[in-house]
Antibody, heavy 120, light 107 residues
Framework: EGELVQSGGGLVQPGWSRRLSCAASGFTFSHYWMHWVRQTLGKRLEWVSR????????HYADSVKGRFTMSRDNAKNTLYLQMNSLRVEDTAIYYCVRDQNFYGSGHDYWGQGVLVTVSS | DIQMTQSPSSLSASVGDRVTITCQASQDIRDYLNWYQQKPGKVPNLLIYDASHLQSGVPSRFSASGSGTDFSLTISSLQPEDFAVYFC?????????FGGGTKVEVK
């Protein structure tokens, strides 16, 4: 049974940076595309970014493009989200999630989620 | 971006009821549509992938259909553990987008 364990959430001031980590276990991490999805305080789900299996291809939502960077270390089975120039509207619970297959047929594993609060 | 519109935003139902939730895409997404259930304080759980395929381990009272722009999720006989929020998600195009959610509450 696979598992994703996240760390790195917390309270940050606007304009500051934060890095989220997501440690994978129980499956061959390097075989799967991964995403970050966030859930606002109003419970709306928003896709943030995705990365391919070897980390060479990333895509971002327009709202975070140029500020957030997604990466992975397959040797450490770990996914990262570097968040710079944080804004109040980035406040959300952030989840790392796995695509269950190459075609993207759903996110079958979710991290436990970490709350990032951006406030002065 | 493809907009996903769910309806209703909430509904009240009783145990044993048949419940149907709909999701409409702003453009043709073929069958690139997934459904998730989220219970209070929990992470979303994948119920249905590719519009109509039941995820492993999900009870057979859940079913879904649709293609193109119109999709639906049906719970044939609502159980106490089914009271939750349900989201649809399209992955036909980036950005991946989610519906606003449908809260299924106790009547």
């Amino acid at each position: 049974e696979g598992e994703l364990v996240q760390s790195g959430g917390g309270l940050v001031q606007p304009g500051w940076s934060r890095r989220l980590s997501c440690a994978a276990s129980g499956f061959t991490f390097s075989h799967y595309w991964m995403h970050w999805v966030r859930q606002t305080l109003g419970k709306r789900l928003e896709w943030v970014s995705r990365i391919n299996t070897d980390g060479s291809v990333t895509h971002y939502a327009d709202s975070v493009k140029g500020r957030f960077t997604m990466s992975r270390d397959n040797a450490k089975n770990t996914l990262y989200l570097q968040m710079n120039s944080l804004r109040v509207e980035d406040t959300a619970i952030y989840y790392c999630v796995r695509d269950q297959n190459f075609y993207g047929s759903g996110h079958d594993y979710w991290g436990q989620g970490v709350l990032v609060t951006v406030s002065s | 971006d493809i907009q996903m519109t769910q309806s209703p935003s909430s509904l009240s139902a009783s145990v044993g009821d048949r419940v149907t939730i709909t999701c409409q895409a702003s453009q043709d997404i073929r069958d690139y549509l997934n459904w998730y259930q989220q219970k209070p304080g929990k992470v979303p759980n994948l119920l249905i992938y590719d519009a109509s395929h039941l995820q492993s381990g999900v009870p057979s009272r859940f079913s879904a259909s649709g293609s193109g722009t119109d999709f639906s999720l049906t719970i044939s006989s609502l159980q106490p553990e089914d009271f939750a929020v349900y989201f649809c998600q399209q992955y036909f195009n980036l950005p991946v987008t989610f519906g606003g959610g449908t809260k299924v509450e106790v009547k």
